[in-house]
């Protein structure tokens, strides 16, 4: 799968991402700390303030066996696409993988410009980290959902 900017005329040479392979990890003992409950007036999200601790707790596994089973290390990772459920969550990615203080500046911009958009949020942040990456410069995207779930996709930076 490649994700490429859909502008007519001004893809040429504008930077994509390869999707090169992905991994989900549901912890179903907490279930019922994210929930999307279907009601009259829409959507209504049920969030535990304890979603960054089951996060710090299988981060670290997920992404090290994405990465590994692809032959890379998290230092060699070249941009981080991080749904932005909080900053919390920014805080707890950062901690758990030993990140650098700049590694998450996109999903930070993404945050302060728009907030939590749901899931749609971490496309807003890989459209920020695309043209950061160069041609082949791996990249991971992180989102969580219901479930608990983890999903970590590894990317690869091309030119349209």
Same mark, same amino acid.
């Given at each position: =799968?490649? #994700?490429? +900017?859909?502008? %007519?005329?001004?893809? /040429?040479?504008?930077?994509?991402?390869? &999707?090169? @392979?992905?991994? $989900?990890?549901?912890?179903?003992?907490?279930?019922?700390?994210?929930?999307?409950?279907?009601?009259?007036?829409?959507?209504? =999200?049920? #969030?535990? +303030?304890?979603? %960054?601790?089951?996060? /710090?707790?299988?981060?670290?596994?997920? &992404?090290? @066996?994405?990465? $590994?089973?692809?032959?890379?290390?998290?230092?060699?990772?070249?941009?981080?696409?991080?749904?932005?459920?909080?900053?919390?969550?920014?805080?707890?990615?950062?901690?758990?993988?030993?990140?650098g203080p700049d590694?998450?500046?996109?999903?930070?911009?993404?945050? $302060?410009?728009?907030?939590?958009?749901?899931?749609?949020?971490?496309?807003?942040?890989?459209?920020?980290?695309?043209?950061?990456?160069?041609?082949?410069?791996?990249?991971?995207?992180?989102?969580?959902?219901?479930?608990?779930?983890?999903?970590?996709?590894?990317?690869?930076?091309?030119?349209?």
């Open positions: =799968m490649v #994700l490429r +900017p859909p502008s %007519p005329g001004t893809g /040429a040479g504008a930077p994509g991402v390869d &999707v090169v @392979d992905t991994a $989900a990890y549901t912890d179903t003992a907490t279930a019922g700390h994210m929930t999307w409950e279907v009601t009259d007036l829409g959507f209504r =999200m049920g #969030l535990s +303030p304890r979603v %960054p601790e089951v996060l /710090a707790e299988h981060l670290p596994m997920v &992404v090290k @066996d994405l990465l $590994a089973r692809n032959g890379l290390a998290v230092g060699d990772v070249r941009g981080w696409a991080v749904h932005p459920g909080g900053p919390r969550i920014l805080h707890t990615v950062e901690d758990t993988l030993g990140l590694a998450l500046a996109a999903s930070r911009t993404v945050l $302060a410009e728009h907030g939590n958009c749901s899931s749609a949020t971490v496309l807003l942040v890989l459209d920020e980290l695309r043209p950061t990456l160069g041609p082949g410069d791996p990249a991971v995207a992180l989102a969580f959902g219901p479930g608990l779930t983890l999903y970590a996709t590894l990317l690869r930076g091309t030119l349209a």
